[in-house]
């Protein structure tokens, strides 16, 4: 079976642990992993946005080569693939078990938490390419700078500490920042959770719909494929795969959408919670639900629906860019 994935140190661990996974559940399977470096990591500058966001930046290559017949399946970070368009002919086959899904700060030396909540946040430069976390960072410290900051977590940590200025695609610079916001399981997977000055909770920052979870999409007619998949999928995430990508789906979110979504599942029920920001952070729309964990998507449509009823699409049709 040969699996795509990005070339980042990330990208890669992930892939090496289906690998694992498929071999020990399939001694006859030989894996190969084939490595892209898709146009999101070539471009370092430039903001998602500018290759059609993070599905434009980091997905379609890989897809295409599926489509082509040149691979039997892809990693995915799942919040990295569009969820507001079809796929046609491609299918999630496994999502692995669910990593910690919050977001983590971490700050270069002399910098506290403290500092920068007692400050609200002025004087004081936070880096992400998120405009969900930067939305939400504005929730948090009303006066901070957020600066556009991009790479690899491993080479954005690196950044920090060098104190390195964030190039521009106009050619300008920003920074350098005082802190990041990034996922805690990207840190995770690089060994560099010991930089986590804080995790922020749900309540303080809801995370990004499908974050935590690795995806593995295949051809939806390669049934052979499809059942090596079903032995590592892991049926909890699959079913928050389903739900939080349905809120995304009724939205019609787009890349430069502060859209975020959080499932967890109970026994037989589930609870999704999912809110839409403006990128000021100014308005804010949040609504949670409770169903039946084996209708996720019923679920993910109803929230949809609330959120679009209390004024989501408004928020979401004046980020469009221009």
């Known amino acids: ?13 992930q892939t090496e642990e289906i690998a694992r996974r498929l071999t020990a559940m399939a001694s006859d399977l030989d894996v190969e ?10 471009d ?11 599905g434009g930046a980091f997905v379609a290559e890989i897809r295409a080569a599926i489509r082509a017949g040149r691979l039997h399946a892809a990693m995915h970070s799942l919040k990295d693939m569009p969820g507001n368009e079809d796929t046609p002919g491609l299918v999630i086959g496994a999502t692995l078990s669910r990593d910690r ?17 007692r400050s609200r946040g002025k004087g004081f430069k936070i880096g992400t390419n998120a405009v969900r976390r930067a939305a939400y960072a504005r929730r948090l410290f009303p006066e901070i700078e957020i600066v556009h900051f991009r790479g690899a977590a491993d080479t954005r940590v690196r950044k ?42 749900p309540q303080e920052m809801l995370p990004a719909v499908g974050q935590g979870i690795v995806a593995v999409e295949c ?44 499932s967890s599942i109970d026994g037989v029920q589930m609870s999704l919670t999912a ?34 009823a209390k004024g989501a699409a408004d928020i979401i049709e004046r980020s469009r860019p221009v």
Not at 1 to 13: F, Q
Not at 175 to 195: H, K, T, W, Y
Request: charged share 25%.
């Open 33 to 42: 992993i084939v490595k892209f470096e898709t146009v999101g990591d070539t």
């Open 275 to 308: 809110s839409v920001l403006d990128e000021a952070g100014g308005q804010f729309i949040e609504v949670t639900r409770q169903g039946p964990a084996d209708r996720p998507r019923e679920l993910g449509r109803a929230v949809g629906l609330e959120l679009l």
């Open 219 to 262: 051809a939806a007619s390669d049934w052979q494929t499809r059942r090596y998949l079903a032995l590592i999928d892991d049926a909890a995430a699959h079913l928050s795969c389903d739900a939080e990508r349905e809120v995304l789906w009724v939205l019609n979110g787009h890349c430069n959408s502060p859209i975020a979504g959080f």
């Open 44 to 54: 370092q500058t430039s903001k998602l946005l500018m290759h059609g966001g993070k």
């Open 101 to 117: 899904p919050t977001d983590a700060l971490v700050l270069r030396e002399g910098v506290s938490l403290e500092d920068i909540r």
């Open 1 to 13: 079976m040969r699996i795509g994935t990005r070339k980042s140190t990330m990208a890669l661990a």
């Open 160 to 201: 920090l500490d060098n104190r390195e200025m964030q190039r521009l695609p106009d050619g300008g610079e920003v920074g350098p920042a005082d802190a990041l916001i990034m996922a805690r399981s990207g840190l995770e997977r690089v060994g560099l959770s010991e930089r986590i000055a804080h995790d922020f909770t």
